[in-house]
Every structure is written in structure tokens, then in C-alpha cells.
């Protein structure tokens, strides 16, 4: 599968779940949610998956935790939040380089057409 059929598949399962739940709840809600649709889908992925990073050649591991890494190719991280802010993109950008991912979508379920909280990044 191709990076633009995985993530318009994930996108799907993003959608299906804020058609039924809408904005306004907590992110775990959503990321609950998002793992049954993704599952019913038959779409693989890992969940809370740690990231270990490199600090002065040590590896640290568990220093993050990416919200799904969807079929070994596609990092995707949630947020319920009024804004989107720069560090946010930031934050996924760093979990795509220390994870060897080049592809990676943000996701602000707390908007109200979820279109509008879709944002997609290539390194």
C-alpha cells in the first residue's frame, strides 16, 4: 500500500470516528476509538509505541511515545486541542526522524469538520 492509500485509509477511520463522536472530548477518547476503526479496517498498526532517541550515544528508550505507527510506514499523532501550534508539528516531525519514519499525519479532533484538523508531513 502506498503512502497516499494508507493514509486516505486512515484518514477514513479518522473521519468515521468523529462523524460519531464530534469535538470536545479527550484525546484518549479519540485515540480509543481511532485503534477500533483502524482494527475493524484491518489496518495494522502499534499503538503508544516507544521511540527510543540517541543523546551523546546512549539510547534512551521509551523517551516518547508515538500514537500509532501504522503498518511499520506512517506515524499518525492526535490531538484535542482548540489550536494547532508549531510545536505540535515539531513534536511529530522529531518522532518521524528518531523513528526512521518519513511520513507521518497530525490529527485535531477537536474541530468541527475533522478536514480542517488534518495535516500531512513528508520528510
Known amino acids: 500500500m ?22 470536545g472530548l479527550l ?9 477500533q476503526e483502524l482494527d475493524l479496517s484491518g489496518i495494522g498498526f502499534k499503538r503508544q509505541w516507544p521511540v527510543a532517541i540517541e543523546y551523546k550515544g546512549r539510547k534512551l528508550h521509551s523517551a516518547y511515545r508515538i500514537d500509532f505507527l501504522v503498518e511499520e510506514k ?16 515539531a513534536q511529530l516531525l522529531t518522532y518521524m526522524r ?17 478536514k480542517d484538523g488534518i495535516r500531512r508531513f513528508v520528510l
Open 74 to 89: 506512517l506515524i499518525v499523532e492526535l490531538k484535542s486541542i482548540d489550536e494547532v501550534a508549531p510545536i505540535h508539528e
Open 27 to 35: 484525546e484518549s477518547t479519540y485515540d480509543e476509538c481511532l485503534a
Open 98 to 114: 528518531h523513528a526512521g519514519v518519513s511520513i507521518g499525519l497530525l490529527i485535531n479532533f477537536n474541530t468541527r469538520v475533522l
Open 2 to 23: 502506498d503512502f497516499d492509500e494508507l493514509s486516505n485509509r486512515v484518514i477514513g477511520c479518522a473521519l468515521e470516528v468523529h462523524r460519531h463522536l464530534g469535538p
